[in-house]
Nanobody
Framework: QVQLVESGGGLVQAGDSLRLSCAAS????????MGWFRQAPGKEREFVAA????????RTYYVDSVKGRFTISKDSAKMYLQMNDLKREDTAVYYC?????????????????????WGQGTQVTVSS
């Protein structure tokens, strides 16, 4: 059974940076799509970023509101979301998600239904 565990959330001030991590266990993804979603109080879950990769290709996708501020990446151990210049509107619970199928479509990557595995979430709070 695949398990995803997020870490790195916290309370920061506007303009600060945070790096979220997502560790996967139970399966090694040699090619996949992994993403970050977030959910603010009273709002629906929102796509943030995704990374799709295979042996010879990788692509990243971002929601417009985080382009230029957030960067999704991975190494052999974890997936990351580097968040710079945080704003109050970035306050939310951030979820890591994974799909063992590689999706090279920005539209599809943004759909929560495309992901088979989810973490429990990590809280990010940005104060002004």
């Amino acid at each position: 059974q695949v398990q995803l565990v997020e870490s790195g959330g916290g309370l920061v001030q506007a303009g600060d940076s945070l790096r979220l991590s997502c560790a996967a266990s139970g399966r090694t993804f040699t090619s996949a799509t992994m993403g970050w979603f977030r959910q603010a109080p009273g709002k629906e879950r929102e796509f943030v970023a995704a990374l799709s990769w295979s042996w010879n290709r990788s692509r990243t996708y971002y929601v417009d509101s985080v382009k230029g501020r957030f960067t999704i990446s991975k190494d052999s151990a974890k997936m990351y979301l580097q968040m710079n210049d945080l704003k109050r509107e970035d306050t939310a619970v951030y979820y890591c998600a994974a799909n063992a199928r590689t999706i090279y479509s920005g539209t599809d990557c943004a759909r929560a239904q495309e992901y088979d595995y989810w973490g429990q979430g990590t809280q990010v709070t940005v104060s002004s």
